[in-house]
């Protein structure tokens, strides 16, 4: 009998929920911050250091803090909206301003201390800015109706006592107005001769000036003179800052990168969808609807964290997509199997349901764990990656898990598709019936054929064969270590017609810049980067700036890291692999054996050193998210791992003992023939939505999505050849030791009596 009311309710909310998202949608859109590497802007971190830099002076918090707001005040001279500024550690300060216009003018104002001082002409200081009114400083125009500054000092009596020393100077009465005067390396009387001093202005005092205005006047324009009003308004720096790592995106690039990246994710969201209907049909219509509630939910949490949507987090979204898959496929393909062994549909989906769920929450808490970690010691946009990472895993459960639930079972229910295993992809020849007493680990499969113990050494050979060619290839040719772990500066500029090497360093040149490490890419040649061994100053990236601006029509992106900040990611690299390393021995110890878990973490730094020697062969740039792809592999790679574990130990579990090797064997290529086709399945998804990054993303995330792609064909072949057969060869060393081994306990099983 057909229960209408279930295909009602199925539909009426469908609806209800496809309406809330379509007139939400929009809004959230509209609503979510974009990172400078989609819209353009700024990132600098600066390191704190004593104003004076006496010895024994240090930079506490409430320095620190006094900073950031000292920072935070200048950013708004600038109108940027919501800039982030962060403290970090002990004493640094990272300032992202995504938007920004002129990105030299916003580097220029971050970084002047803007110390105004009031001095004589042997450089003593009479009066300095905290004299100054609050907001005292504004522009004005001075008697000849030029550009000037108008400041208000607090106290005219003093103002009247520091003129009348001056006056009595004679005839060197000149007070000399200072911005950012440099102790030890700045002098009146030397810059006096120069045609552009670095003083302000040095008027000469005749009489006593008993007064609160003073006016600063100088070959001003009104931007600069309004500029240096508001910086004084502003305030001071307590202390001094030193750029350690900066990068900057121009806005031409954001707006590329952000409409390549959102059309790759479309095409590979897109091929996820048909891929799960042809090969699912019904329950695959309930994965396309949970998937874009998935897609909803990741946009409008991150919205609510008021998050900052940049281009690795956009990348993290449309992978999410191919992992929150997995947890669809696990369970379609436990209720086909309980369909094969005869079950009516309601059965199988319940049994199907709740027998998927122990290896769901195991292949995503193996990967929230290295995405926690990837958190924990990434930079900025490696961190912007991770927080889109670790929700995307929280609400693909979610929606895998509960939502699919919701929606199949009401379909299920239904009644509607009683004896129709062909709508859930099973053909009606496959179907046994129920009283031969099967269950679907008794299922014939079509990889039957394949004994994967056997040909075990082979796998071992040629995986050793390979890591040895790797070793040597390292040894010969080394990484390419971008500027990230090498230090140094790094220019991207792009062209509206096709870039030369040649043409580049002759560009460069006309800036006084010289480097034969150039390389081109796009998609028509159209994209030169230029790497330099040494860290550029702020002065030549402007000129630099300016000079690729005027010539090709769009700002270049540049970035720079200080050796201290290079070696300081590497070893945070090194740190975030080691621990995710040894979280996933921990947790997969206590979830299955410690053969297990050492068999896993085997396979995983097989995956990531094919990674590391494909990308020193091919000389690609070895950067920072090169160390969150690697990380995402490390947590990812072992969900198929997981898979087979799980199997295995269902294996064991009927089994109740293993005895011989052959016993051990059975349940490894037992499991490996049951779980295979389940494993292309779930490595496909995923590899759909990284060739769509690959092809039609942004450049800027190729190296990613390259070392993502050989990750997974890394990690498919491991979880495949290496990682169960290292659990066969440690085991039957245990069997030698005992004699015999006893397996888990037996789970509860469900009834094989007739159903209907």
């Given at each position: 009998?057909?229960?209408?009311s ?100 916003a ?19 009479m ?61 009146y ?33 009104i931007?600069?003179?309004q ?20 990068t ?66 956009i ?13 669809n ?14 079950r ?9 349901s ?90 014939k ?32 040719f ?39 490490d ?11 980067v230029?790497r ?29 890291v200080s ?42 730094l097989?995956?990531?050193?094919f ?5 020193s ?11 969150a792809?690697?990380?995402t592999?490390v ?30 064997a059975?349940?490894v ?18 590899v ?19 070392a ?49």
């Amino acid at each position: 009998m057909v229960k209408r009311s279930r295909i009602v309710a199925f539909f009426l909310l469908v609806i209800l929920i496809g309406s809330a998202m379509g007139a939400t949608t929009q809004n959230i859109l509209k609503d979510i911050k974009l990172g400078l590497d989609l819209q353009g802007g700024f990132e600098v971190l600066y390191e704190v250091t004593p104003l004076n830099g006496k010895e024994g002076e240090t930079v506490d918090r409430e320095t620190l803090k006094s900073t950031a707001e000292a920072l935070e005040r200048r950013v708004n001279v600038l109108g940027v909206s919501e800039p982030n500024i962060q403290i970090e550690g002990d004493d640094r300060i990272r300032v992202q301003l995504a938007g920004v216009k002129d990105q030299n003018k916003a580097r220029e104002i971050l970084s002047t201390e803007a110390n105004l001082t009031f001095r004589d002409v042997n450089d003593r200081v009479m009066m300095d800015g905290s004299d100054l009114e609050e907001n005292g400083a504004k522009q004005s125009f001075d008697q000849q109706n030029k550009p000037s500054i108008s400041i208000t000092l607090k106290d005219g009596d003093q103002f009247g006592e520091i003129t009348k020393e001056i006056r009595d100077m004679y005839p060197e009465n000149q007070l000399i107005i200072w911005l950012d005067f440099e102790e030890g390396k700045d002098s009146y009387k030397e810059e006096r001769t120069k045609p552009e001093p670095k003083f302000l202005s040095n008027p000469n005092v005749d009489k006593i000036l008993n007064q609160k205005n003073v006016e600063i006047t100088g070959n001003f324009t009104i931007e600069e003179a309004q500029q240096l009003a508001s910086l004084l308004n502003a305030g001071s720096l307590p202390v001094n800052l030193e750029e350690t790592y900066s990068t900057s995106v121009g806005a031409k690039f954001g707006e590329q990168a952000l409409n390549e990246t959102v059309f790759a994710g479309i095409i590979g969201i897109l091929a996820v969808f048909a891929f799960m209907l042809i090969l699912y049909r019904i329950p695959g219509i309930v994965a396309v609807i949970t998937l874009s509630i998935y897609v909803y939910l990741i946009l409008l949490v991150f919205d609510w964290m008021n998050g900052v949507l940049t281009l690795p987090g956009i990348a993290a979204l449309i992978l999410g997509v191919g992992m929150a898959v997995d947890a669809n496929i696990i369970t379609y393909e436990r209720i086909k199997e309980e369909l094969k062994v005869g079950r009516n549909i309601k059965a199988a989906f319940d049994a199907g349901s709740k027998g998927s769920l122990s290896t769901i929450f195991d292949a995503n808490i193996t990967t929230l764990l290295a995405a926690i970690v990837l958190f924990a010691y990434g930079t900025s946009s490696v961190k912007g990656f991770a927080t889109m990472l670790i929700i995307s895993i929280l609400a693909s459960f979610i929606t895998a898990v509960f939502g699919a639930r919701l929606f199949l079972g009401l379909l299920v229910n239904s009644g509607l598709f009683k004896n129709k295993p062909g709508l859930f992809g099973v053909k009606p020849s496959e179907v046994h019936d129920i009283s031969e007493g099967l269950d679907s680990l008794d299922l014939k499969t079509k990889f039957d054929r394949f004994d994967f113990i056997k040909s075990r050494n082979k796998f071992f050979t040629a995986s050793a064969v390979l890591i040895g060619i790797g070793l040597i290839a390292l040894l010969v040719f080394r990484l390419n270590l971008g500027i990230d772990f090498a230090a140094g500066t790094r220019v991207e500029v792009m062209s509206d017609s096709k870039l030369t090497a040649e043409q580049l360093k002759e560009e460069l040149k006309q800036v006084d810049l010289e480097t034969n490490d150039i390389v081109i890419s796009g998609d028509n040649g159209e994209i030169g980067v230029a790497r330099f061994k040494t860290v550029l100053s702020k002065d030549k990236i402007s000129e630099l700036k300016s000079h690729f601006k005027e010539e090709f029509g769009a700002e270049p992106n540049v970035g720079t890291v200080s050796p201290t900040i290079g070696k300081e990611l590497a070893k945070n690299a090194m740190i975030a692999v080691a621990i995710a390393s040894v979280g996933i021995i921990i947790y997969v110890t206590i979830r299955f054996e410690i053969y297990m878990a050492l068999a896993a973490i085997i396979a995983l730094l097989h995956d990531a050193f094919f990674i590391i020697v494909l990308f020193s062969l091919t000389r690609l740039e070895v950067d920072i998210t090169f160390i969150a792809a690697v990380l995402t592999i490390v947590g990812y790679s072992i969900n198929d791992t997981i898979v087979t574990f799980d199997r295995m130990r269902e294996n064991m579990v009927k089994k109740k003992r293993l005895k011989t090797p052959e016993d051990i064997a059975d349940v490894v290529n037992s499991a490996l023939r049951q779980t295979l086709g389940r494993s292309v399945n779930t490595i496909l998804t995923v590899v759909i939505t990284v060739v769509a990054l690959l092809i039609f993303g942004s450049s800027s995330i190729w190296n990613f999505s390259f070392a993502l792609l050989i990750g997974l064909i890394a990690g498919t072949y491991s979880s495949i050849f290496i990682a169960a057969q290292l659990w066969y060869v440690w085991k039957n060393k245990e069997l030698k030791k005992k004699g015999t081994i006893k397996t888990y306990k037996e789970k509860k099983v469900y009834s094989d009596e007739p159903q209907v």
